[in-house]
């Protein structure tokens, strides 16, 4: 938990103070109470800013949830003015909703002044749309951590007038079409623990022992939501196809929370028509992911325009082989040769990706080497925390 410590120089500077004149006060809303991507990142940031020189105070929509529980190390507080049905993830936000968010800015606007919040950082759309106003109204620097579409209309056309600074999380996110908001912008990319590890044989041997599939079986990864953007049904096709290409057993491991969909019953009505020597099977969440995707041959991504998928990352560090869509943000993860990417919405052609992958011993023992290296050197924690903080103290003393 972060101390209340009066702040120390680092590195020969001297902090910024906060308007109480004691470490600066950083404000983090979370909307919703379904855990993703956005939490993971928030709380590696928060996990490694200088408790002397921060004070983090998250804001759950719902206090004893399952958000306010991941959070659980840190000071929280409930959400002044949390509404009776939370905002959809992803769905359009019209004039009622526009009406919604505005009836609790007052409120807190209000709770921002009484805390002495510096900055409110907000790290998704129905956060923003909340809170945004508010941060500005109170005086607060806003830093809206855009995870998303570069088209967004937030992105656009709010961000630009209400935002201190707009983080996202790869060059495709970057705004789209606003001088505005891409003067604002800065890529940050998301933290990860780079000193992780795994043991892969063990892991596999407890998938395989665990579904009862031969040892021989190649084992393709799924990790996520079950969302449109992220194609689940294209996945199933995929390894229904590299099934047929192969003469070992193919089995698609889709971990995730089943209550998170988009597909409603399309996707476990497809799984049921898997044939010849494929197989898929439903995980549900798993912890820590990073130990279950050790344990897969490969991780297909078949998603569209995913700003910069987490599970790519983590499969380079743990030496998991990356077949993706050339879409959104997975090239820029993947450049340099850490993966191999195919067509959008192919699953056949990721089924050739990926057999052609498998049927080359030397080039996937370079993609290991070389992924793993560079995931380490672009997506350590501590350059994520270098770069938020520097310009957490840059707002304070502007």
């Known amino acids: 938990m972060n101390s209340l410590a009066a702040p ?74 949390a509404p009776r049905r939370s905002f959809v993830p992803g769905a359009r936000f019209g004039p009622g909703k526009v009406l919604r968010a505005l009836a609790g800015v007052p409120r807190r606007a209000r709770f921002l002044r009484e805390h002495g919040i510096d900055v ?146 399309a996707l476990p009505e497809r799984i049921a028509r898997v044939s010849g020597n494929a197989r898929v099977h439903m995980m549900g969440y798993r912890s820590p992911g990073h130990e279950w995707l050790a344990g897969c041959d490969l991780l297909l991504v078949p998603a569209a325009r995913e700003p910069l998928g987490r599970t790519l990352v983590e499969a380079m560090l743990v030496g998991t082989l990356v077949v993706a869509t050339d879409s959104g943000g997975n090239p820029e993860a993947l450049e340099g040769g850490c993966g191999v990417l195919c067509p959008l919405d192919d699953p056949a052609a990721m089924a050739r990706a990926a057999a052609d992958l498998l049927a080359d011993p030397e080039r996937i023992d370079a993609i290991r080497r070389h992924a793993r290296l560079e995931a380490r050197r672009r997506f350590s924690k501590e350059n994520h925390v270098r770069q938020v903080s520097a310009v957490y103290e840059e707002l304070a003393r502007g």
């Open 120 to 265: 409110v950082h907000s790290n998704d759309g129905r956060s923003h749309a909340s809170w945004a106003l508010a941060a500005r109204l109170a005086g607060a620097r806003l830093v809206w951590h855009h995870r998303g579409d570069p088209d967004a209309r937030g992105l656009r056309f709010v961000a630009p007038l209400l935002a201190s600074r707009i983080f996202t999380v790869s060059r495709f996110s970057l705004p789209q079409g606003s001088s505005e908001a891409a003067r604002a912008a800065q890529v940050v990319y998301s933290p990860f623990d780079t000193s992780v590890s795994a043991d892969w044989a063990a892991m596999r041997a407890r998938i395989v022992e665990e579904l009862g599939c031969p040892p021989d079986a190649l084992l393709c990864g799924w990790f996520g939501n079950f969302v449109k953007r992220k194609r689940p049904l294209e996945f199933v096709e995929a390894v229904e196809r590299l099934g047929a290409m192969l003469d070992r057993p193919v089995v698609g491991l889709m971990f995730g929370d089943p209550r998170n969909t988009e597909v409603g019953d």
């Open 8 to 81: 120390v120089p680092l590195g020969g500077e001297i902090p910024a103070r906060g308007r109480t004149g004691g470490p600066l006060t950083i404000c983090f809303p979370f909307a919703g109470d379904e855990l993703g991507g956005s939490h993971v990142s928030a709380r590696g940031l928060m996990e490694g800013l200088d408790p002397a020189r921060y004070r983090l105070l998250v804001v759950p929509e719902v206090p004893d949830g399952t958000i306010a529980e991941f959070f659980g190390a840190f000071t929280r507080t409930p959400d002044p003015a």
